[in-house]
């Protein structure tokens, strides 16, 4: 585990709380910025995705007996089904029991389904937020995440029609387009026009600053993460940020000395070993 992660765990956390209650946090940060292939037009991704057919047939194949007959009856039930809102209590039902035998990916797609039905921006969150998670695990093959990526668009496409001033919604669509489908330069233009309408919304900050990191725009890295250091002394993710960006630099000793400061202000034992071996891999 790289130790930017374990600045992200608690984040990914709340970002969840806040989509059910509401509240103020940041994005979590998995970097994992798929690339197009050279000479492939913007907006046209050549992985072939996932369908959900194939999704569902595979995980019914591997579903206990029981939950197999358990699973027929609700789909019977849903057959019969053809108000709306007992549909998105059916499709809650599927979802159910698909989450509790481990077949997170669909229990995720009757989750959205069931939000699309209740029209709920709440909900839609919640449900794109789930596929975002699943489409950043380290063992997902590239049409799943492809899938899941597409998945969590729609919903938060579908929430923004609901509430287009949703901030929180508009950073996770540009961070859905930026890890999972390929279209970086498509979540980066959201995540500047976020911060020319709001100069000083940290999130979208943070987020550009990991991004110029990843990519080796050291210098402008540099800028706008000692821009939010200048105003938020103490955040973790932009002080680990900043020092890979003068690590990406050469300043070594400026990186370690982010570094140190960093782990005093995560203070957790598993993030400092991980700090320390990762400084002494380049010292």
């Keep these: 585990m790289r130790p930017a992660h374990y600045i992200t765990l608690a984040i990914a956390i709340a970002l969840i709380a806040f989509l059910y209650w509401g509240g103020n946090t940041i994005p979590p940060s998995k970097p994992v910025l798929s690339e197009r292939p050279t000479g ?34 609700i789909e019977k039930e849903l057959a019969a089904t ?16 698909w989450d509790v035998n481990k077949f997170q990916p669909v229990a995720a797609y009757y989750g959205a389904k069931a939000a699309k039905l209740e029209n709920s921006e709440k ?9 975002l998670d699943l489409m950043r695990r380290d063992d997902v093959s590239p049409s799943m995440q492809l899938w899941e990526a597409n998945e969590a668009i729609e919903c938060f496409k579908r929430s ?33 026009v976020l911060t020319r309408e709001k100069p000083d919304y940290l999130p979208a900050n943070l987020l550009l600053g990991r991004l ?13 993460l000692e821009g939010i250091l200048k ?32 782990k005093k202000i995560v203070n957790k034992p598993e993030f400092t070993k ?4 990762y400084i002494n891999s380049f010292k």
């Design 40 to 73: 492939m037009p913007p907006g046209s991704n050549p992985m072939k995705t996932a369908s959900f057919d194939s999704v569902l047939a595979a995980s019914k194949a591997a579903l206990p007996k029981e939950a197999s007959d358990e699973l027929n009856n």
């Design 82 to 97: 053809h108000d709306s809102s007992r549909m998105a209590a059916v499709f809650l039902k599927l979802a159910h029991l």
């Design 123 to 131: 909900k839609l969150n919640f449900a794109g937020q789930f596929f």
């Design 160 to 192: 923004l029609e609901i509430n287009p001033d949703n901030d929180t919604t508009k950073l996770l669509l540009a961070s859905t387009y930026i890890d999972g489908t390929g279209e970086t330069m498509q979540g980066v233009q959201m995540l500047l």
């Design 212 to 224: 110029a990191v990843k990519s080796g725009q050291f210098d402008k890295a540099i800028t706008r």
């Design 231 to 262: 105003k938020y002394p103490d955040n973790s993710e932009a002080l680990y940020f900043l020092a890979e960006a003068y690590k990406g630099k050469g300043d070594k000793q400026k990186a370690i000395e982010l570094f140190e400061k960093c």
């Design 274 to 277: 991980e700090v320390d071996q």
